[in-house]
């Protein structure tokens, strides 16, 4: 078991009581180690992989990620925002089979679940991932439970973005800041 798996293990047994505790020592240990996310096996295994797994949805690896963009040596879902013509006002890239629960100004919010590695032993609270476009993240407490109340779907059957996929969503998320509509396409979570 390499060092970060290790460390990463230790922060989870360590603080799994004190949920204030454990976000602090887990955004401290992203700034320097980076934090496990799930993405999909591109060609080659990327050197820094922790996991391979071969799920029903395809196969995944578990990587240590301190940034989330298009420059990652590995591949993530890309997020579309677009305007009503369909041109592209934003992408973001975030880990495979995660939902997106909100939208605030330039940061997605999605479900992040913290465990221990190569354990199945997850804890019973749900976490936010807050990604900004340019791929910077935190993970956060979760104190909002009406995210998913804010989306409805749209009609882009115009718009070729992703259009080859089975697993197409075009969604509009309200803003939680501006109440404005926001319209993102993406591949919906394999479930």
């Known amino acids: 078991m390499d060092k970060n798996r290790k460390s990463w293990n230790k922060i989870i047994d360590s603080n ?6 454990l976000l602090r020592e887990v955004n401290k240990f992203k700034e320097t180690n980076g934090i496990p996310i799930y993405s999909y096996k591109g060609r080659f295994l990327p050197k ?11 196969s995944e690896i578990i990587t240590f990620e301190k940034k989330l963009n298009k420059s990652s040596n590995i591949t993530l879902n890309k997020i579309y925002e677009v305007q009503n013509d369909g041109k592209v006002i934003n992408i973001w890239f975030i880990p495979v089979n995660t939902s997106i629960i909100g939208i605030s100004q330039n940061s997605l919010m999605l479900e992040y679940e913290i ?21 910077e993240f935190e993970i956060l407490k979760n104190n909002d439970n009406h995210y ?17 996929s089975q697993y197409r969503q075009c969604k509009i998320l309200f803003d939680l800041k ?4 926001r319209k993102l396409i993406f591949d919906a979570q394999c479930t």
Do not use: W
Request: one cysteine or more.
């Open 16 to 21: 799994h009581n004190s949920t204030q505790n």
């Open 48 to 58: 820094n992989y922790i996991e391979y797994t071969e799920p029903p949805c395809g």
């Open 115 to 135: 465990n221990k590695l190569c354990y199945f032993d997850p804890l019973f609270e749900k976490f936010l991932m807050r990604i900004q476009v340019n791929g």
């Open 148 to 164: 998913e109340k804010l989306q409805k779907d749209f009609s882009c059957k115009t718009i070729k973005i992703n259009a080859e």
């Open 178 to 181: 501006t109440n404005k509509e």
